[in-house]
């Protein structure tokens, strides 16, 4: 497995799509209150890192730069963005619920449709964007990102096939430690 530098993988807080069910993909909503209170927690837990010499790098897309914003203020500046952060794309399927979406696909889970969505990106471009963006990394890093980009660069990070996709765990207002191939649950005051 190729050595990548220590980072801190955080996805994006929640938006009002996300609390409706819909499918953002490259769409954007706004951070609802809880999801500007979950970037907030992440500023606490890193806020408990030494993160000197760390750089802070988020997706372009405004709900992980409001994030990135909140979860590193006072930490790390100047805060860069990297389009290869962006979400998986979901092509026709972007904008829709995921309920209306998953009924009317016949997909056996929210995991199946990216790898089905008409027009969508797929999980082998997607992990192949990500491995090209941890190959050019060359500094420690904290990553604010989204849902299912967060699980592929964590993956790869931890040395999984990108069929793990389901297993490797997520969420919101979550900070991920990845070092030497293994991944750790950030939690306060630990």
């Known amino acids: 497995m190729t050595a990548f530098p220590p980072c801190y993988i955080l996805r994006h807080g929640e ?5 409706s069910g ?6 954007d909503s ?3 209150p809880k999801g500007m209170a979950q970037a907030r927690q992440q500023r606490l837990i890193l806020g408990q890192c030494d993160l000197g010499g760390f ?4 997706s372009p897309q405004g709900r992980a730069f409001e994030t990135a914003k909140i979860a590193v203020n006072g930490l790390i500046a100047p805060i860069t963005t990297d389009k290869v952060l962006s979400e998986i794309g979901l092509g026709e399927w972007a904008g829709k619920t995921r309920a209306d979406v998953i009924a009317q696909s016949g997909a056996s889970d929210g995991f199946a449709l990216y790898d089905l969505a008409p027009g969508g990106e797929g999980f082998t471009a997607l992990h192949t ?4 963006f941890l190959r050019r990394l060359n500094k420690p890093s904290v990553i604010v990102t989204h849902g299912i980009t967060s699980r592929m660069l ?3 990070l931890t040395g999984q ?3 793990a996709v389901r297993t490797i765990g997520g969420g919101q207002g ?3 430690y990845l070092s030497e191939g293994k991944q750790q649950r950030l939690t306060l005051g630990a």
């Open 22 to 27: 819909r499918l953002q993909g490259r769409f």
């Open 161 to 163: 096939p990108a069929g």
């Open 55 to 58: 750089l802070a790098i988020s």
């Open 129 to 132: 964007r990500c491995l090209e």
């Open 174 to 176: 979550v900070v991920f």
């Open 15 to 19: 938006t009002e799509w996300n609390a």
């Open 154 to 156: 964590r993956l790869i």
């Open 30 to 32: 706004p951070l609802t």
